[in-house]
């Protein structure tokens, strides 16, 4: 399957998540992005270094900016359970707009076309490290990295095409 591309409409998918109440949620991504311009980037894995010391701290740090934007809001996935997000989450203390969601069996990152095999590594089925912009599910930007890049996938680039 081609990796999503600007243009494209984005899947709908399930993902899972822990609200402010610690409860189990599942929700729908066109739910999330009906009729809304959000950004979704996509991570390796939780508390990886260059997702958690870069990546994620990016987009915590320029939320504000984002949101002066017109950006609605700001979806993290990665494929790990809820619970390892759920942890991964408190180690942000600061976030305020990211919303950490687990794609556990990386059905949403396969229907993106976005999955990276790092099994000889010993991590299996991950994704790509990525970041679109889209717009009442329309992909409007999509940076999606090679290989263990970060280079185009950042807040800071997001907002350059804003």
């Given at each position: 399957m081609a990796p999503i591309a600007v243009g494209d409409k984005i899947p709908d998918g399930t993902l899972t998540y822990f609200?402010?109440?610690?409860?189990?949620?599942?929700?729908?991504?066109?739910?999330l992005a009906a009729g809304k311009k959000l950004i979704i980037?996509?991570?390796?894995?939780?508390?990886?270094?260059t997702c958690s010391t870069k990546h994620v701290p990016g987009f915590i740090e320029?939320?504000?900016?984002?949101?002066?934007?017109?950006?609605?809001?700001?979806l993290l996935l990665s494929v790990n359970d809820p619970f390892v997000m759920r942890?991964?989450?408190k180690t942000f203390p600061d976030n305020k707009h990211v919303k950490f969601l687990a794609d556990g069996a990386a059905s949403y990152t396969h229907a993106l076309g976005l999955e990276?095999?790092?099994s000889e590594k010993g991590l299996g089925?991950?994704?790509?490290?990525?970041?679109l912009l889209v717009d009442?599910?329309?992909v409007k930007v999509a940076n999606v990295e090679s290989g263990g890049e970060f280079t185009v996938s950042s807040?800071?680039?997001?907002?350059?095409?804003?």
């Open positions: 609200d402010a109440e610690n409860q189990l949620q599942q929700v729908s991504v066109h739910y980037f996509g991570v390796p894995g939780a508390f990886t270094p320029h939320a504000e900016a984002l949101k002066a934007k017109g950006v609605d809001d700001i942890e991964w989450t990276l095999d790092l089925t991950r994704s790509r490290r990525f970041a009442d599910l329309k807040a800071e680039e997001i907002l350059k095409a804003l």
